[in-house]
């Protein structure tokens, strides 16, 4: 094919045990899974669940045993982590019922959906789109996809973030308001998942700032270590 330009690279993860890589489609974000965290931000905890997304080239690769770079970004002086479990699909399909879940699951991975928290919060109050606030450049680290065979029992995972060595958030995958599966079950009513989709599920309570120098290190027991240094 000809085109006017070069096309921008396409962005994949690395598979653990494998060396295809996954390549990635779109990134869903599912807002305020997590009853404690919903709490925190001011709401009660229970209500259906909704997505915003993150384009694909936010993507920050981070290979195992390595600390990736985020640079601290643009017109915002409150950038919050929130670590989450990312569910990677691999058979797409629409109006997928919870049962049927996890036939379209390949793997899971550990994401930060890194938040202009100020920004958020000033688009919120006005109604306005959470784009400059969700979906900026480099807001999405992750690490490598663990093919379900070999993740174990995410559902009941424990999940944390530690910045510069000190717990942030801590819990349990367990504690998801919408589980993975009634989550693919809301999100492909809405949307036809394609191969190559990553949702992140929801982030704990204790979302907070960081600050240029910081280390975070992030888990979903199974999943590995996700470590991320904001440059
Ligand atoms: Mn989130």
Redo the contacts with the bound molecule.
Sequence with gaps: MNTVFNPAPAVSLPVNGRAERFPVHRIY?VGRNYEEHAKEMGFTGREPPFFFLKPADAVVVVNTRETGSMPYPSLTQSLHH?I?LVVAIGTGGKNIKAADAHKHIYGYAVGL?MTRRDLQNDMKKQGRPWDIGKAFDHSAPIGPVTPVAQAGDVAQAEIYLKVNGADRQRSNVSKLIWNIAETIEHLSSAWELQPGDLI?T??PRGVAAVAAGDTLVGEVAGLGKLSVKIA
């Design positions: 974000c929130e989450e959906d992140f929801g982030t």
